[in-house]
Every structure is written in C-alpha cells, then in structure tokens.
C-alpha cells in the first residue's frame, strides 16, 4: 500500500467536496471531509473497477447507500478516472450537471444505483449480492469463476436506522451473502444533533444476531481499514459488517464533529481555515494533488489488465462450454418470449385473475429462465412460487423462488438491487394494501427505468372479511401518480395474461399488475382485442350506432360494467376495459376518441377512489367509485352495502 499517494487521494477528495459544495451553495460536506481515508482505501486498494468499461459484469460494486455524501463519489470517480471531468465536479447540484446533488444511477458513469432516501442503496446492495450468487452458481465452472468480485456499501448511522436496512440486513444474514462487505461511517451525528438523541443501541451486537461477522476499526487508519477488509473477503460464510469510526468534517477546524457541517456548505472563511489545516493551497479551487492523479493511472493500468485476463478467460469458457454461452446470451438479452407457451382460458369460465398470473408465471419460468422472483410471505395466496425451480436458499443458489419473509420493504429494494445487477428479470409480490410498505422503492425503480414487475393480489374491497384494513381503496390511485410506472388492472384471464407480456416486454418501466381474490368470468372479446389493449384500453362490447353511454371499468368492475349493459333497456351501451389509464391516456387523441368519445356520456367503474378519474365524466354522480374505507364481511356484501353493484351501475347508465 502506498500510504503517502492514498493520503493525497484523501487530500484531493476533501478539496474537491468542500469547493464543489461551496461553490453550489448547497450540498454535504460532512460526509465527504470525513470519510476521505476510507474512499481512498476502497478505490485506491479495494475496488476492482473498469471506468474504460463501467459495465463490465464482473466489476465490484459499490453503493453509495448514504446518498447525500455524492460529493465523496463524484471525486473518487473523478479521480479513478471515470466519465466525469472536473468541469462537471465544478458543476456540481447545477441545472444538466453529471453531478446532481444524490447520485443518479444512469447519469453519471460508475454510479450502481441512485440513492438519497437512506436504508435504500443498503438493500440494492443486498439485491446485487443475491443477483451475483445466482449468476456465479449458473455460469461458474471449476476452471472459469466467471463471476467472482465483492459488493461493498457504505452506510451512515441514518441508513442503519431506517427500517428497510434492518429487513435487508436480516434477509441477507440468513442467505449467507459472503461477499457483501458495508462500511458503516460511525460519525455519531444526525441533522439534528448527536445520535444518542435518538439511537443508542450496539448495531455491532444486531449485525452479530443477523448473521454478521461485525469488525471494527479507525476510519482513518488505512492501513488498518485494508487489514479489514482482508478479514471480511475471507470470510464466505456471512456478510461482513465493517465499523469504522470516524469524525464528520474532519479537517474543518471549528465545524468539525458538529452536525452543522452535515448539510450546508462551509462557508468561505471555514473553507480557507480548513485548506490551511490540511495544507491545501488556499488560492486554488478545485485542487487535486498531482501524485493523485499518477496514482490512479497506474491503478488503471492494473485495473485494464484485470479487464483483459478476464475477457480472455470469458473467451475460453465460451469456446468450452457454446451451450452456456448460449444461455448467457440469452440472459443478458433482450427478453425473447418466443419460447414461452402462454396458458389460454375457456370464454365463460371463471377464473380469479391472481390465479390466472400464477399460470402465466408457470409458463414464463419455462421460457425465460432468467426470470427469478417471489412474494413477502405471500406466494400461496399471490400465485407467484415457481415450483419446479428450486427456492433460492443457502443450499442452493441456482433456486428462481425468493422467499423474502414478511419484509414488502426490503423486498421492493432488493429486487431493484437485482435489477440493476443485470442478466435477470425479476418480480415481487405482495398484497395491494401492502404497496404501502415498499412504495419508496417502487418510485425508485420508476426513476432509474428498472423493468421489476410488482405482482399485487387482492385488489379491492372484494376481498371481504379482511376487513378495511386489508381492502385497498386508494393504492391504485397512489400507484398511478408515480411517473414512469404502468399499472396494470387485467378485467379477467385473458387480459392477465397480456398484462405479463406487457411486463415482460418493458425494458425501462416498472410494471404493477393488480389481479384479483375473486374469481371473474372470462368474457367474450372482439377479434382484434389485443391491438387496442396494448395501447391502454379497448372495446370489449360495443353497440349499434353512436353509444348513448360508455361505461370505462377496470378489473374486476368489467364484468360487473357488462353484467348491468346487458340489463340497460332502451340504452345504447359501449363497456370500455381500461386496462391502464395512464397508458390509454398518453395515446394520441384520435385513439383516445375512437375508444371513449367526449361528447358521449360516460360512467366510470372502479373499486377504488375517483382521484384521477374526474376528467372523464361530465358530473360526479357517474363516477361509481368507492371514496371510503371499506367493511369487514363477505366481499359481495361489502360491494352491495357501498353501492358497488350492478344495479347502481344500471342505474347511472339509465341516468337514474
């Protein structure tokens, strides 16, 4: 280890986040002053990395889990020699920047995942460690360990408090993920003060109980943080939490251990004390010390040929093993759904839409084997086991059904992890009232672009005698508010199953599909039904003529829309399946007119609250929507005694 070159990486990171953060009159310095040793340990030492190539699948990934320090990872990539010149680090929080102020995976090169909301990157990196153990044991040979690099993350004593990091940190614990590594940056203070205003317990002793080994150290003895990290990649058996001490803002002479100097800039008198403190010029912005600079381009070096023994090993492999290849091709391609025997389903039957996903799930894990997934406790009643396919599990890693255990939290989190990971396709599943408990993650797929598919079963107050605590009422419309999340209510079997192939096909979109308790009959449809429904909505029964009214109804509500058409005497009804609104809303105009015309009347149909629905009908009353918690009893009943019935919707179709 060069001790003198890592000291003035260290150097060059606390110069580059205290001007950065000065200049944007806005930002963390804490963070980045006082953890610069361990930056330069892990990027200098640690790190197996390839800026030339930041998607290399057997690069070590590293989580930024405590977001709001990006100026610590903006200076280290910098330096490391990603794509990320100064000139952008002088931009830093600025309107187009590839620095903004949390760090935004897809925007800055090197950057594994966005993080902010703390706990968060915590359990991606979880998800990465699981992702890497099923790729490894389905494409490691004895004499080619394809996939054999670490997951690191570091964590402040924010992330450790959230909840989400506690359900991570269990579930990984009892998976055994041995080469997960976190450092926690031990600094002690909050936005509000010292930690011990709220957290005092020995997170060493929980990490132990998790299933930890638990180290510990001094933050600012390098070579001591290096000794650490030895210990824990020897270590196979169990993750690897790494305690280091340290003081935020170290360096800044009266702000230093303080939590004033979490959150806002220094201020330009501080900034001059701390630069001469630390024997940075005071009358240069933006200084890198120049053995920094040679440093890592030696490192590159090294790192290139790490990169090029590998490709020549990837080579070979391939050579001795084409049909591996040939399933690695198709993992880390384009989802192929030609192979897939989708299920069909008998008009008049009756199928609960839950149960029609479960075969569809059979189907696609038949024909897309890297389709990986499972539920929070809930796969018996959400359909989503993958039997034949083994459970994910320290005995066997090559298991496609996770088992995440009452956790819809870090349940959402780890499957991002596994979607960023990359070569798999996965799910989640839970309850629809039970979204609540992992919507942060869900917005942060919807904002990084993850194609994760959200399976949510029991979709409205049909599911009776749970009660109101378990009958969603407004979850869809909270669902249908994230941007860049398509939401899915299939009306029965058939349009289940084009909701999969619609999740499926997604490469930049989350994708919930809200499926039934019920069972629902699977009801007659025009020839050319799927055209029209991919674009959101569709006809599923239409009348001679301009239609005096169009009923819109999603879900299960469909059947209930076409049961009371068919009983509107005198009416000219059209039943409109509106299988995403926010999709069918996007279409251009002439589609939107040619389904749902404005200047016919229109009753809206749903078991939820009309947020969102207003801007379809001409006066409330048409909307027969539920703005109320529901009942305890049996789901029909509970639908008759809110006025979610066929009659009511007969009776706003007759204008009654």
């Keep these: 280890m060069d001790r003198k070159a890592l000291e003035k990486i260290a150097l060059s990171v606390r110069s580059l986040s205290m001007d950065a953060v000065e200049a944007a009159k806005s930002g963390h310095p804490g963070l980045p002053l006082g953890a610069a040793e361990i930056g330069a340990v892990l990027f200098g030492e640690v790190l197996r990395l390839s800026p030339h190539d930041p998607a290399w699948i057997n ?18 990539l910098h330096l490391a020699g990603f794509d990320l010149p100064l000139d952008e680090i002088k931009r830093f929080r600025q309107l187009g920047s590839k620095t903004p102020g949390h760090p935004e995976y897809g925007h800055t090169a090197g950057v594994e995942t966005t993080t902010g909301p703390l706990g968060q990157g915590f359990a991606n990196a ?3 460690a699981i992702a890497q153990e099923m790729l490894a044991a389905r494409f490691n040979t004895p004499e080619f360990p394809l996939i054999d690099h670490y997951v690191y993350a570091l964590a402040g004593d924010g992330c450790l408090m959230e909840g989400v990091s506690a359900e991570a940190a269990s579930l990984a614990g009892h998976l055994k993920l041995g080469r997960l590594i976190v450092f ?3 600094n002690r203070i909050t936005i509000e003060g010292e930690t011990d205003l709220a957290f005092t317990e020995d997170v060493g002793a929980r990490f132990s109980a998790y299933g930890w080994q638990v180290l510990e150290g001094d933050g600012y003895d390098m070579e001591g943080i290096l000794s650490l990290v030895e210990k824990a990649k020897a270590e196979r058996e169990r993750p690897t939490l790494i305690i280091l001490h ?13 939590h004033e100097v979490h959150g806002a800039p220094l201020g330009p008198e501080e900034v001059k004390a701390s630069k001469r403190r630390l024997g940075i010029p005071e009358d240069v912005q933006f200084y890198v010390a120049p053995e920094a600079y040679a440093y890592f381009e030696e490192r590159r070096k090294a790192w290139r040929g790490e990169y090029d023994r590998w490709q020549r090993m990837f080579s070979e492999w391939a050579r001795t093993y084409p049909e591996k290849k040939a399933e690695w091709d198709r993992f880390f391609g384009p989802v192929d759904l030609s192979k897939v025997s989708f299920p069909s389903f008998e008009r008049g039957s009756k199928v609960a839409t839950r149960k029609a996903s479960g075969e569809v799930l059979k189907a696609l894990a038949a024909g897309v084997p890297n389709l990986v997934g499972g539920s929070a406790d809930l796969a018996p009643s959400n359909n989503t086991a993958l039997p034949g396919y083994g459970d994910f599990s320290v005995e066997d890693r090559t298991g496609r059904t996770l088992h995440y255990g009452v956790r819809e939290h870090a349940m959402g989190a780890v499957a991002n992890g596994i979607a960023l990971y990359g070569g798999l396709r996965t799910f989640c599943a839970t309850f629809l009232v039970f979204s609540d408990y992992m919507r942060p993650p869900i917005r942060l797929a919807a904002l990084m672009g993850l194609p994760v598919t959200y399976v949510f079963t029991h979709d409205s107050i049909f599911v009776g005698e749970d009660g109101p605590t378990h009958q969603p009422v407004e979850h869809l419309a909270s669902l249908r508010a994230i941007p860049n999340l398509l939401v899915l209510r299939p009306g029965d079997a058939e349009e289940t199953v084009l909701a999969w192939r619609l999740a499926m096909e997604s490469s930049s979109t989350p994708v919930v599909l809200a499926l039934s308790r019920q069972g629902l009959p699977v009801y007659e449809k025009p020839a050319a039904w799927e055209e029209d429904a991919r674009r959101g909505a569709y006809v599923v029964k239409d009348c001679e003529g301009t239609p005096d009214v169009v009923v819109v109804a999603t879900g299960s509500e469909v059947s209930l829309a076409l049961a009371a058409a068919g009983e509107a005497e005198g009416r000219r009804v059209r039943v409109v399946s509106m299988l995403s609104r926010e999709l069918f809303l996007s279409q251009d105009e002439a589609f939107r007119e040619r389904i749902v015309p404005r200047d016919v009347r229109t009753v809206v149909v749903e078991a939820g609250v009309a947020l969102g629905w207003e801007g379809f009908v001409a006066r409330r009353d048409d909307l027969v929507t539920l703005d109320r918690f529901g009942l305890s009893g049996p789901g029909g009943q509970v639908a008759e005694a809110l006025g979610l019935s066929k009659e009511r919707v007969k009776q706003r179709i007759m204008g009654q």
């Design 246 to 258: 340290t003081t935020i803002g170290k360096g800044a002479p009266n702000k230093a251990g303080s």
């Design 184 to 186: 926690y940056d031990s």
């Design 59 to 76: 690069r070590d990934r590293f989580v930024l889990s405590a977001g709001h320090g990006s100026m610590w990872l903006y200076s280290l």
């Design 126 to 128: 979880v998800g990465m």
